[in-house]
T-cell receptor, first 110, second 114 residues
Framework: LAKTTQPISMDSYEGQEVNITCSHN???????ITWYQQFPSQGPRFIIQ???TKVTNEVASLFIPADRKSSTLSLPRVSLSDTAVYYC???????????FGKGTKLSVKP | DTEVTQTPKHLVMGMTNKKSLKCEQH?????MYWYKQKAKKPPELMFV???????INESVPSRFSPECPNSSLLNLHLHALQPEDSALYLC?????????????FGSGTRLTVV
């Protein structure tokens, strides 16, 4: 399993764009990158997933450089409700299970 | 139905009690999972069921006993727990072997062992 490294915590203010970077130097050719969001006392929730380049959905964007050794989750114009822990996971598409790393605790302030 | 439902939401039990946690999904997922999450820590995988058969047991103590009676239900039987077993227990489901399609997690059972 490719190990992931993320900042332990980040602070932001409402309306700002937040970028959380995850390092995964040992990512394998068939690995994908997925981000989950977790609010206190709730289960993690799928946010976005990608293999390379850029992926965008209604919630976030995911930027993956050509070497795929890192990825950046971008949250546009965060609000207080985006305060949560964000997990970066690297996993094979058709094998293995989701193993969570330490995650990044994002605190959004008014 | 796109939810995983866990009951109870909260449970307090003594070290000599026997209790069960329940998890139910109706998304047609044939893989179900138990995770344990201590405060301020990431979820840790405990058990994996694939097509109602236990496929992974991550060296979990025998005081935790999983059961998958059918494709929609997953139970976790608890017996003789220790205070350090207090945690949020999360159930999840997915299509087997398809991490690409994501896991759907329940809201968890907050377990306190006294």
């Amino acid at each position: 399993l490719a190990k992931t490294t993320q900042p332990i915590s980040m602070d932001s203010y409402e309306g700002q764009e937040v970028n959380i970077t995850c390092s995964h130097n040992n990512i394998a050719t068939n690995d994908y990158i997925t981000w989950y969001q977790q609010f206190p006392s709730q289960g993690p929730r799928f946010i976005i997933q990608g293999y390379k380049t850029k992926v965008t959905n209604e919630v976030a964007s995911l930027f993956i450089p050509a070497d795929r050794k890192s990825s950046t989750l971008s949250l546009p114009r965060v609000s207080l409700s985006d305060t949560a822990v964000y997990y970066c996971l690297v996993h094979g598409g058709s094998q293995g299970n989701l193993i969570f790393g330490k995650g990044t605790k994002l605190s959004v302030k008014p | 139905d796109t939810e995983v439902t866990q009951t109870p939401k909260h449970l307090v039990m003594g070290m000599t009690n026997k209790k069960s946690l329940k998890c139910e999904q109706h998304m047609g997922h044939r893989a179900m999972y138990w995770y344990k999450q201590k405060a301020k820590k990431p979820p840790e995988l405990m058990f994996v069921y694939s097509y109602e058969k236990l496929s992974i047991n991550e060296s979990v103590p025998s005081r935790f006993s999983p059961e998958c009676p059918n494709s929609s239900l997953l139970n976790l039987h608890l017996h003789a727990l220790q205070p350090e077993d207090s945690a949020l227990y999360l159930c999840a489901s997915s299509h087997p072997g398809q991490t690409l399609l994501g896991y759907t997690f329940g809201s968890g059972t907050r377990l306190t062992v006294v």
